[in-house]
């Protein structure tokens, strides 16, 4: 088995999901024809509905990434930003499009002709360090486009307090002021109300399809979550509503059906951390000997509801919420979600990815992994990998791990 | 190492300050740890207890990968692992300005794992404007509240006298890198490093008592001709001294920093008059930027014109490996000075014990380039 690999989708609505990403990349393009301004921004924060609402093209370079991975750009990419000085050590993610913008961005090899150029930057102080220093090298590749320096408040989601809100908030207040400057276009609250209730209406789907996953035959797997990429680019739209709808549809007709991932479900497994993008097929590894993996983290920082009664304070607690949900910042928090997800989906043992391309994710498992244990009795593995880098992963060394960690579960089991 | 005598109670102090630390919060003094100069020290004092920035010094970490990965600094790794050790039982608590992702993490990790009374993080506003220095002085105010919920006292005469002695401090620590710059130091970089690190580590009445000795004696002192290819070395967290010893053994005169434990932590001295708070939020703002709070182009001319003030011919670039904010922003800055015809080199540390063998022939290499 190579380190690449595609995953393996059962859902018919998953595998629609290669026109889904085409297209929004064509309206990305067809943004620049149409004379609609383009704002590379990045993803988890509340600019996106602002953008959709506003008739702006939102661009996320940090999402492009996996598709590098998917579509092999990658190796190529990071001899570019190697070659300028950028540590291996670095992000894969920051590696990854540094050396993209650096290189042939639109290329004939580039698929879905690449990304357009920015016309504006959304960068910002927040987040983890390496999104952080991506838009810092974004300004220096762009210099014609203009920048907002955007500041949201790095805090855990249960330390949030008044003033973390009420400062989201005047930094939200002054992006719109800035992008109505920018494109002398007028964001209007009615539109704003839309979006903002979409995107409410996207997390509250995702929510209901994510519960199928309760059911035993699980209906969907963490192969599918591929889905995931309308939550990040296509939130405050009836495109994403409207996938999302078809796909929870789906769902529910397995699930009501008794239509599993695989032919007999033995084992229901739970991975920690990012996906590895240029392996997804990682994710039907375990099906072999009867093992789903049935959910992951990484999804939980796409959902969350959004209060439609105050768009702007909805959008800014959204800003604040999304990275503490799947950092370092609330590892108590983590810790919780993690145990709720394997409480409710009847997990039997965890995939814990110590993800040197993600520290911010990767500190913090030690002490859930250990709750995990101590609390509910679910033993899990480590594997060391990078979510962006293959160099970084070793198939042989992950076999290994895996194989022996399902024998362990099967005979825990009596399965 | 040769000891300067001036410098001997500093050395002293440092190899015994986990002892002096114990004694002090046996005396009922609250200890609260940092790990960044970010974190607002004169709150913390202000509080009436001792801020101490948390150490990792040198060694092998093993039970620190129970808790945290490989890929993180040997400064965070090894901080873990000596509290894991029990070294810091003199803690209260940790109280941590936001800067890196690791020193977050790290904090929440010491929480389930070390016993204490407080673990906070304190978020810092990027930008400087009128509503994120409110929100710097509410994040200020509930730290504020939080200390005082452990014991602490605070009032905000308290806070004035704290920024003062804080204030006089730094002052007398930026009065020594001036004299530095201009040739008429006799310390040397390592000496420097250990002012510095008793400055993170001892009560700051008593560091103050000791500088103001130290620096009478080298008053006194005729300033020695400086030797070696003088250099700038910028980059993050320099605990080893002997790092410092081995640099300028190669050949270099270390004339300038734009480091965590040198420069950064003293420039601005202070903040502009105003209430204690508000200069105290005035000086946060005004700080020498580090990579994990700025852009490159507010850094590039900051570094360059220090570069030109003290007559370096090239910079070294002293980084703890896998620190992302210094090796993302570093191709940036190397690139920006190799165009003002400026040299530098990387040299990442890793290892346990200084520096390795490969380092000091590139450095070696480096300083022969200069003298040509």
Known sequence: MDTARRSTKRLSTAKELAQVVAAYYLECHQARVEGRPIGWMPPMNGGIEIFYAMGLQPVFPENWSPVCAAFGLTPANFEVSEGMG??????????????????????????????????????FGGGCIPAMKIFHILENRFPEAKVFRADIPQVAVEDIRDHHVDYAVSEMH???????????????????????????????????????????????????????????????TKTAVDFLTRVRDEVAERAASGIGVIGEEKIRLFWDNIPLWYNMGLFNYFEKAGGVMVAETYSAAWSLRLDTSDPIRALALKSLMSYSLVSCLSIDRRREMVLKACREYGIDGAVFHQ?????????????????????????????????????????????????AFMEMLLEKKGA | ?????????????????????????ARGTKIVGYFCTYTPIEVIHACGMLPVRIWGGSGQAEKAYNLVPTFICPYMRLVMEKALGGEFTFLSGIVQGYTCDVACGVVNVWKGNIPGELYHSLPLPYNDSPESRAFLKAGLDETIEK?????????EESLGRSNELYGKIRGMLAALYERRMQGALELCAADLNVVMQAFFTIPPELFLSMLERLTGDLSAAVPGVRTGVPVLVSGGIVEDEGVMTLVEDLGFSVVADDLCTGLRAFIPVSGPDASPMDRLIARTMMRFPCPSRSRPPQRIPLLMDLVRTSGAKGVIFLLQKFCTPHLADHPMVARALRDAGIPSILIEMDGDNGLEGQAVTRLETFAGMLEA
């Open chain 1, 355 to 403: 993800n040197k391309s993600c520290v911010p994710i990767t500190l913090g498992q030690a002490d859930i992994r250990r709750a995990l244990a101590d609390e509910m009795g679910i033993p899990s593995i480590v594997i060391d990998a990078d979510h962006m880098d293959s160099r970084n992963f070793s198939m042989a060394q992950f076999q290994t791990r895996a194989d």
């Open chain 2, 147 to 155: 200390l005082t919920a452990i014991g602490g006292v605070y009032s």
């Open chain 1, 174 to 236: 002054r992006f719109i002021e800035f992008l109505e400057r920018t494109t002398n276009r007028r964001l209007d609250p009615e539109k704003l109300h839309e979006a903002v209730a979409l995107s409410d209406e996207a997390c509250g789907l995702w929510d209901e399809i994510m519960s199928f996953r309760r059911f035993r035959p699980t209906p969907i797997s963490a192969a599918e979550i591929g889905i995931m990429f309308v939550m990040v680019t296509r939130q405050g």
């Open chain 1, 86 to 123: 950028y540590s291996r050590d670095l992000c894969g993610y920051l590696r990854n499009i540094t050396g993209y913008v650096h290189g042939d961005m639109n290329g004939p090899s580039v698929p879905l002709s690449g990304l357009p150029v920015p016309d504006m930057i959304m960068s």
């Open chain 2, 1 to 25: 190492m040769k000891t300067r005598f001036p410098m001997v109670p500093f050395r002293e102090l440092l190899l015994n300050r986990r002892r002096v630390l114990e004694e002090t919060a």
